[in-house]
């Protein structure tokens, strides 16, 4: 064993250049960034002064020279500067910074930065970070210069500066295009828009301001709404699109703010979430997906914060509980402003529900009280049109819903030749939104339609035609034995429907279960064959046959019994797939042996031997 005397300390080294090429390859998106972070410390440094002063005015002056070959930007604050001993304790170390304490996570701070990692993304673009800086606690200026090698040299400067930090960066080769003048103006801008101090860009030849304008109410969005056009031109300058309506946000103590704007067409809910969000007026990230609830996937917010913490790459927020509660209040400002509309603009509100309804929907499915105020005016597919749940209700008699299309598709036809009110629930959410208002409101008369349900629409067949058809409603019954169906013979609207199959709960388990245990084998086969005994007892299905139908009319008063039994299992496939039931073997058997059949008696037709045989 070492004795612990003899152990030696060694510190770790790091590898600069390769740490480049990780943050680069893997934290920044682009080399663009580098940008933002200039733009970010220089903002940083003018927050710290004003921390001193706060009647102090910042800018930011930006200047692009050079030759075409090696082109060269420098980046000019008015603001804190740094002593030697910053530079030693802050810029030459990395994941030093001076705008945090030690256990960053937990505190809050006025800055951007935090991690001290953001000026090496220079050496994305260039070879060499030049600092030239005087800082605003005296001391002689200094001259620092660093090398993505890891070296780095310091000097102090004979002539004292104004207070503040010029950066010189010295294009790489193959990234000029990072210096052009248009494509470092379109960075400034894009990153710093909103920073409420001036910031300036000039080259030998053109000059430019980047954020002339700051809009007023971005400090307080509820002035937003008197001032429609200007925050609409602001979302298509900002996002690239055609809106038309939006909602002002704020959070409870007003450190987050923004506008939702409405997406103009509908999306659905896979759809990626991209949020414009401001950290201290500074673009942190265009692609912020974790800002609002999931439900909120109707709308593209810019958003200013000044709480909350972004991850190192800055493209997303940590995920803490600040988070967890804007999310919650901005989700709160949308959910209110819908509200309101429901009261007071109720054709807006229709509007948007006609573009979004699946996150109208989805947001009413987790929110009694919102759905509540909005359920009137959400559409449903029913056997009267596509209307308003406020038209339906009107219609004054009991609201059935299905549970699913295919259950709908079913009945449809007969529902809506006998008046009767059925809503399609098959629709993502549509079902569930329908069972919490039959819960929530007894008095909307809302009732769960299942299709055998549907018989009670029905009218029963005469005692004489019962006697009458007696024999051949036996024949139907036994042929259908095999396959636990039994027959009823009705009358019913629309007469071209000619039979209708439903089942209950215990057939359609049953079939799910043989469905699987023809597809399984071995012991899998036999457990399900067990539980399919539980079933066998109580598992019936029905084949409503509608003597309305004159096919139907024709089977039971002119045929030969001995075509009916093909009949009656060609009429119960037939029905099966008008309502999209999976068939068995036994099913599908019956159908191909009935199609075949009747081939064979067509033939006999045309050649004359008649079409009764089997
Ligand atoms: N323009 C500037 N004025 C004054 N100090 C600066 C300036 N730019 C950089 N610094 C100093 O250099 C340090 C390192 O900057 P860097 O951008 O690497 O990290 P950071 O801004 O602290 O954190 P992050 O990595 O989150 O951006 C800063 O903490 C700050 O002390």
New binding site residues.
Partial sequence: MISVENQQQFRFQVNLSGMITILSNHLYSSPKVYVR?LL???T??ITARKHLDPTYSGQVFVELSGSKEQPTMMIE?N????TEA?IHQ??AVIGH???IDSDFLSTETSF?????????SCFMVSNEIVVL?QSIHGGPSMKWCGKPDGTYTIQQLDSQLAIG?K?FLRCKPDFEKYFAFEEVKSLLQYYGILLPYPVSLRSQQQQAIINAERPLWINQPELANSRKPEVLAFGQQMMAENFKDFIPLTTQNGSTGGIAYILPYSVNLNVKRSHKVFLKHMLVSDSADNILPDWAFFVKCVIWTDELQPT?SRENFYEDEKLQLVRGELGEAIRHALTQMSLYEPARLQHIMELHSLSINALATEDPKFLASIYQWLTFESTYGNLALQELIKEDQTLYYTNTADEYKQIANVAQAQSLLVINGGYVYHAEILEKLRLQFPKLRIERLEPEDISLAFTNISLDERNKYYQVIRLADNTLQRFRCQIQLQRFLPSEVPSLFTHTKDSSTLRQLENAKESNSGLMSSILGNIEKKFQDSAYSTLYLNLNNPMIEQVFSKLNMNMLPTIFEVLYCNALMMGHYPMNRQEITALNQGIMQFISWGISLETGNGGNSN
């Fill in positions: 972070e970010q410390n220089a940083d440094a604050d603001g804190i500067g740094l910053d802050f810029l910074s001076s705008k951007i930065g935090r991690f001290g990692i953001g000026l090496l800086t930090t950066i190192a």
